[in-house]
């Protein structure tokens, strides 16, 4: 994903909140792929699958633009 806008992903999952915690992730991006900070293990779930489903979206608008 080096290629892909990593700000418009992380702004995408920093906006959600845990509707148990109400506590807001954290994208954190590494050197290979990303991580994600959030405050329990369901909702760091759910982003996951969401980051993955933004990349996925992001890539084939990108493969567009080619
Ligand atoms: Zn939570």
Redesign the pocket.
């Known amino acids: 994903m080096s290629d892909l806008d990593n700000s418009l992903i992380k702004r995408k999952i920093e906006s959600q909140k845990?509707?148990?915690?109400?506590?807001k992730p954290q994208f954190i991006k590494t050197q290979k792929e990303f991580e994600i900070k959030?405050?329990?293990e369901?909702?760091r779930t759910i982003l996951f699958k969401k980051s993955k489903s933004i990349i996925a979206e992001e890539t084939k608008k990108m493969m567009k633009n080619i």
């Open positions: 845990c509707s148990k915690h109400n506590e959030a405050c329990c369901d909702f």
